[in-house]
């Protein structure tokens, strides 16, 4: 019932910036928050930024100050704003959507590539 789908990821050189954008289509009301994870190769899947409907925002340690994220309600969608990329940034990234009273729902994922 709920689609995600991502955009923006790409290659990009180190201390360079992206932006990724997630709309969310479907039947959702009351979202409860919405965020990106991303997943390295041979690393276990992290959160790095969520939002809330509030727009109380959190990040991982290390993206922040160098990542923002930020959302729409009409249509929702949420971006992600990374800045200052390094290599170790390199990962799949997957957009979220937690509505009130759901499971969360998840996006096909999009490739952020930083080269060094």
């Known amino acids: 019932q709920v689609q995600l789908v991502e955009s923006g990821g790409g290659l990009v050189q180190a201390g360079g910036s992206l932006r990724l954008s997630c709309a969310a289509s479907?039947?959702?009301?009351?979202?409860?928050?919405m965020g990106w994870y991303r997943q390295a190769p041979g690393k276990q899947r992290e959160l790095v930024a969520s939002?809330?409907?509030?727009?109380?925002?959190n990040y991982a340690d290390s993206v922040k100050g160098r990542f923002s994220i930020s959302r729409d309600n009409a249509p929702n969608t949420v971006y992600l704003q990374m800045n200052s990329l390094k290599s170790e940034d390199t990962a799949v990234y997957y957009c979220?959507?937690?509505?009130?009273?759901?499971?969360?729902?998840w996006g096909q994922g999009t490739q952020v590539t930083v080269s060094s």
């Open positions: 939002i809330t409907s509030g727009g109380i925002t």
């Open positions: 979220s959507v937690a509505p009130a009273g759901s499971r969360e729902y």
């Open positions: 479907g039947s959702m009301y009351s979202i409860r928050a």
